[in-house]
């Protein structure tokens, strides 16, 4: 991830051992097949050529299109998941997202 993007957003996650863990927002998007939200979030500090899990959300943005751990909901749905891990490949194939 990109140190010098100064729009980076950011999220507390608190895991159930009660750590918090700062993410950031890798995209966020709207699927109209299923009519929601979905947030993509990486560990903060990454560096560009590390492996890491990323993590997916659906989420009810707030007015600003912002989210809070609050709002974060699990997906459940195998073809739910399916389509986020497509447009999430999409995404990372597309080199300009890295630059």
């Not at 929601?36 to 890491?52: A, H, W």
Request: charged share 35%; no cysteine; net charge negative.
């Amino acid at each position: 991830m990109s140190e010098n993007n100064a729009e980076v957003q950011k999220i507390t996650l608190i895991d159930e051992s009660g750590d918090e863990a700062l993410y950031e927002v890798l995209f966020t998007f709207h699927s109209d097949e299923y009519n929601k939200d979905y947030i993509l979030l990486v560990p903060e500090g990454i560096e560009d050529d590390e492996e890491v899990d990323i993590q997916a959300y659906i989420f009810n943005p707030d007015e600003n299109g912002d989210a809070t751990e609050e709002e974060l909901i699990q997906i459940e749905d195998d073809k739910e998941w399916d389509m986020v891990e497509e447009v999430l490949n999409t995404f990372l194939e597309d080199d300009s997202n890295f630059n």
